[in-house]
C-alpha cells in the first residue's frame, strides 16, 4: 500500500534523527503510573510505547489492542505541555493505526466519550521508523495537563500494534496557588470607632 505526504495533514518527514531525539522528550513529564490504556491485550502495556525516542526499536515493547482494532489511552503530565507535534509508529503492516484523534484536558475518557468533537484529528500514514511528524494546533495545545489519544482504527487489520508515541513541546511546572482572602476598609464604619472618637473629642473639650 503507497501512502504519499499529501495524505499526511499536518504532518512532516523530519530528516536530521538526532534532533528529533533531543526533541521528543516529554515523555520525561508523563505521569506513566497513572497513564491509562483501554483495549490493550496485555495490562499496562500501553505505558511502555512512551520512551525515548531512540528505543523507539525496541520490539519488545509494544501495546496490542485487545477485542478490536481500537486504542484509548489517558496521559496524564506531572505539569503544563505546550504541546508542538506527535510521532506515531507502528508496524510496516496493515495493524498501523489509520487515524488520530486528540481531546486535551478530559481526564478519564471512556469509549462512551471519543464521540465528543475532538480538539485535532490526523489521518496517519504508516510509519515504522519514526519519522513521520504530525504537528499540532498551536493555540488549542498551549496548555495540556492531560491528552487523550483515541486511534479508531487500522489499515485493515483485526487487531492495532503501536511500538511507539513520542511527544514534542515545552514543559513548564503546575503552580499550586493558595487562595488568600483579604478584607479591606474602604470607608470606615463610624460605628466601629465611635466611643473613641468620642471619648478624643471629650478629651479635647476638657
Known amino acids: ?42 495490562e499496562n502495556s500501553g505505558k511502555f510505547i512512551f520512551r525515548s525516542y531512540e528505543e523507539r526499536f525496541d520490539v519488545d515493547k509494544y501495546v496490542e489492542s485487545d477485542a478490536d482494532p481500537e486504542l484509548l489511552f489517558n496521559i496524564p503530565f506531572s505539569g503544563n505541555v505546550k504541546l508542538k507535534s506527535i510521532i506515531v ?20 475518557m471512556t469509549f462512551d466519550d471519543v464521540n465528543l468533537q475532538p480538539d485535532q484529528e490526523f489521518q496517519l500514514t504508516i510509519d515504522s521508523n519514526g519519522t513521520v511528524e504530525y504537528n ?13 489519544m483515541h486511534f479508531p482504527g487500522n489499515f485493515g487489520e ?18 499550586h496557588h493558595g487562595v488568600t482572602i483579604c478584607n479591606y476598609e474602604v470607608r ?12 478624643n473629642v471629650n478629651q479635647e473639650i476638657q
Open 1 to 42: 500500500m503507497s501512502h504519499t505526504h499529501c495524505c499526511n495533514h499536518g504532518s512532516k518527514n523530519s530528516e536530521n534523527p538526532n534532533e528529533i531525539g533531543i526533541n521528543y522528550s516529554l515523555y520525561t513529564k508523563i505521569d506513566l503510573d497513572n497513564v491509562e490504556c483501554l483495549n490493550e491485550s496485555i
Open 89 to 108: 509508529m507502528g508496524a510496516d503492516n496493515n495493524s498501523h493505526p489509520n487515524k488520530l484523534r486528540l481531546y486535551k484536558n478530559r481526564p478519564k
Open 136 to 148: 499540532t494546533k498551536p493555540v488549542v495545545f498551549s496548555s495540556v495537563h492531560h491528552l487523550s
Open 158 to 175: 483485526d487487531l492495532t500494534k503501536i511500538y511507539y508515541i513520542g511527544l514534542r513541546g515545552e514543559f513548564s511546572e503546575a503552580h
Open 188 to 199: 470606615p464604619n463610624i460605628s466601629d470607632h465611635k466611643g473613641k472618637l468620642f471619648d
